[in-house]
């Protein structure tokens, strides 16, 4: 295993009793069992006998309260990243679970006119550059240790999907990026490799709602 990894952590578990798509909404943040995944998280990268010399969270209050047991457990303090966010969708507030959620009602189906880019938020190509930019960027400004990023499940997918060489079209059920999970990689020269995933709260994922995520 290599010197230096960089680890792409899921944020916890969010409060969302109305189970609507929250995106970049304001005042989405992480439910009691959120908490104790992230604790799950930090602890996992406290005990991997790695040394963190870096620490970077999307802006969104679920990510910050995702990275502060991080930063607690290593000592390190939380640097914002803007472009680990959450991409922007229409369906924003609106239900996304269930047999009143609105993708199932005729009247959005305008909005699946173009699954491949997409049509209804930010185009995968460029979620998959900007995370991938801010990747590029730490990996340069760190020397000394491992990098993590807490970010959201689609940048993550995104970044995994493209260093892996594969379509950005995808089905969103399919993705493999559990709460709180750790997804790491490394640089090789000028190319990304994926080289481990980890499901540290998995205990705590029967029963959790994921239904928020873009």
Request: aromatic content about 10%.
């Amino acid at each position: 295993m290599s010197d230096k990894l960089l680890h792409l952590v899921r944020h916890g578990e969010v409060h969302n009793p109305d189970l609507v798509l929250y995106g970049r909404i304001p005042g989405f943040r992480l439910s009691e069992r959120g908490h104790e995944m992230a604790e799950a998280a930090a602890l996992e990268l406290a005990g991997s006998d790695r040394k963190v010399a870096a620490l970077y969270a999307s802006p969104l209050e679920r990510a910050q309260q995702s990275a502060k047991p991080i930063a607690h457990a290593l000592n390190l303090d939380i640097q914002t990243e803007e472009r680990i966010i959450e991409p922007t969708n229409f369906f924003e507030g609106k239900v996304n679970s269930g047999p009143k959620a609105a993708f199932k009602n005729p009247i959005y189906w305008y909005k699946f006119a173009n699954p491949f880019r997409p049509s209804w938020g930010e185009p995968y190509r460029q979620v998959a550059a900007r995370v991938r930019e801010a990747m590029d960027d730490a990996w340069e400004d760190t020397t000394d240790g491992d990098i993590v990023m807490v970010s959201h499940q689609s940048p993550i997918w995104m970044a995994h999907l493209d260093i892996a060489g594969k379509p950005l079209f995808h089905n969103p059920a399919s993705r493999r990026c559990a709460l709180s999970s750790i997804t790491s990689f490394e640089r090789r020269g000028e190319r990304w490799f994926e080289v481990d995933y980890r499901t540290p709260a998995d205990g705590l994922l029967d029963g959790a709602l994921d239904v928020g995520a873009v």
